[in-house]
């Protein structure tokens, strides 16, 4: 009975974490670091936030997100996932 109690509560705490995992939250890809990127972004790790990043530095700011689908690792998919979480202006915290 306490192996099943626990079971639950592990299995309740790892649905926790992986719903917070998949959570984004809206980034401006024009203004943030990678690490803001990697945090906000579905899919997007730090490598991936760092080639934005590297991308943005080295041909300015995206101006849409078919831009942004420029970066090697962002595909057609990491788009349309993250497409109401992803700004191109405006400050954001």
């Known amino acids: 009975m306490l192996n099943t109690k626990i079971t ?29 990127i990697a945090s906000s972004l579905n899919g997007v790790g730090m490598v991936k936030a760092q080639a934005i990043v590297e991308y943005r530095e080295q041909h300015g700011d995206f101006k849409s997100l078919d831009d942004l689908g420029k970066v090697k690792g962002i595909g057609p998919k990491t788009l349309e996932n993250n497409a109401d979480d992803i700004k191109l202006e405006g400050n954001l915290p």
């Open 8 to 36: 639950k509560w592990v299995l309740g705490l790892a649905g926790l974490v992986l719903s917070f995992s998949l959570w984004a939250a809206p980034v401006n890809v024009n203004q943030a670091d990678a690490q803001k």
